[in-house]
């Protein structure tokens, strides 16, 4: 047996080398790339004989521009697109965030990865890139891919946009199942969820799983509905993936809900290769956990179908101000947070930005009146005014038709979103903080050299049921998400990285007292929680944990800081 001989062999190596070497390893670890127990060509040619398309070979993006080893693609279309969110998302091999391209050995610091600047002198390595993976087109293209997975005991992956913050669509060695091209988009005015009953319609729409919400956008505007969606600069962020099963906010939140509020039906394939509908009456736990419960721990969702709205009218909401000094930053600090829980009550979402220097913020107020908006913020406009100096600010309101027409007026900002080396640390502030400890609350805000105050919590999303769903009930008492960011420049070495992680879980330790639950969103968090299972699920870990048992048993799907992983070591290759 081939395994039995290389376990003789590998029980000469280091222990550490073992733990990560086979599928037949008593232990139960994973196969990974590169590994005697991987999957010859024979058998992924057997494989591909039951898919669309050819298998793919994903490669990290900065490829082409080093031709020793990678003579196909073209440097300087990487050059021009490395910023590009959704040239990034068009290829298997590369990520929003460049960081999670690459891989960081914690045990002795080497660095695998392959960078834009050819001038760092580096090789062009992997790094955290799956070499080889499924281009899922149909059904039956992921079903072959997760049962193919399962019976070579592979580290699994599921990629859709790359988006993710906490790089849970990287992971070195893997086998990857690619979404992205799963498009389809169908709007049924008069949806009944499968198992409902004939007077439950809703007006719907389905989204493949690769569906981004530039795509979701414009089908809805299509049908002249709104769908509770996110934002980014190109909104090439996905619309049926990792965003929905996190929780999936937008800006306008707190009038819609989350994402896990408006998702009526999943189709997913389950970790045995069945495809299964999720809703209220079919597999109706599932349906629980994947809103809410993270995306990469259920099995492969191939579908979402969304309840939609009628369109209305919006108003834009901006303001810009520079602070003379620490004290006028304190001062409306302080009135920002104390309008945070006001404004989202009305409807209102958006996003605030500031330190101690300056202040930008961005809301957009729906179904109310240009008048009624000018009488809610026009006090506040004037407070900053008197604070900061009437030339030191710039304001804004601005009525349009509907969310589309907003959308449409979008430029890129300019600063680069993507194609950067970022990692985040955040924690949803308590309503209970932002009413009653505001002024101590705008001072561990400010704190931070930068934070983003994420105005999508309360209104709807704290007035639903926190049991209804799988999400983490911290969000219920939420006011506000507060994020703040780190990041190290292309090809630093691992020691800088070390040190930008460790300020990284220091920022969460720092931002604790704004959220009394240690609550977060779990996808626009660190990969450094103190409590994953506290701070992302809350009280909702242990069902989520027996939910996840029954549906993967052998836990064929594992995500960093995702549901049942906490029985895993760091790669996710072996159980503890
Ligand atoms: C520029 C930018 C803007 C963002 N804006 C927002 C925003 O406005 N609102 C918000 O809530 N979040 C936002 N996010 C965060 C975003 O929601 C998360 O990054 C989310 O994980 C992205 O999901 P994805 O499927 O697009 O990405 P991916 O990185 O491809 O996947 C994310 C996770 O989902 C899993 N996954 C993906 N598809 C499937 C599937 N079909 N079945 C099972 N598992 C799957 C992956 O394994 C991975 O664990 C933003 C992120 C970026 C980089
Ligand atoms: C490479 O990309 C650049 C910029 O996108 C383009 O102008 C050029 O024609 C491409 N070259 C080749 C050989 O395809
Ligand atoms: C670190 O460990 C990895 C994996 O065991 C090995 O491939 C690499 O050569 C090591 N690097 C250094 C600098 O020791
Ligand atoms: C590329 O790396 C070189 C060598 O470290 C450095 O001098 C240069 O500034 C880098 N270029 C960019 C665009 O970051
Ligand atoms: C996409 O839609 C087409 C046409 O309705 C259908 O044949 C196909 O099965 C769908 N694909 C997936 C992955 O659902
Ligand atoms: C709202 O306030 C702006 C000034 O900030 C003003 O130009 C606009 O006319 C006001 N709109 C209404 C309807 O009062
Ligand atoms: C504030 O700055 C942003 C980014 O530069 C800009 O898009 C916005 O229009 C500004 N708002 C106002 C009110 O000037
Ligand atoms: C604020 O404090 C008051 C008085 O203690 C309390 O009744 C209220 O519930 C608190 N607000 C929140 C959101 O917890
Ligand atoms: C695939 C893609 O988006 N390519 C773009 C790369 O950048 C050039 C220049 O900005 C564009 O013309 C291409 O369309």
Redesign the pocket.
Known sequence: MRFELFYDLVAFLPSILAQTSTCADPSGCRCVYGQYCWPSERDFDSLSAQLSVPLIRPIPPASACYPVGNPSGNCS?VQ??WS?G??RS?QPGAYEFSNFETYTNSANGSVSGCYLNTTLGLPCEQGSVAPVGVDARTVGDVQAAVRFAGEYNLRLVVKNTGHDLLGRSAARGAFMIWTHHLKNISYDANFIPEGGSDYETVPALTLGAGVQWKEAYAAASEQQRYIMGGISDDMSNGAAGGWVMGGGHGPLSPKYGLGVDNVVQFTIVTPNGDHVVANAYRHSDLFWALRGGGAGSWGVVTSATYRTYDLVPLVLVSMNATFPDSQAAQRVTTELVRLQPKLSDAGWGGFSSFNNVFLSLLFLAPDVSWAEVNTTILPFFNFVGDAAGPSNVEILTKPFDNFYAWLNTLTPSGLPQVGVNWELASRLMSRDMAENHTEESAQLLLSFDFISLVLVAGGVVGRADPDSVGLNPGWRKAAALAVTVETWKEGASSSVVFEARQRIAEYVRRLEPISPDSATYMNEASLYEPDFRKSFFGSHYNRLRSIKRKYDPTSTFLVVEGVGSEDWNGDLTCPL
């Open positions: 279309d021009q697109n590009n959704i040239w068009d």
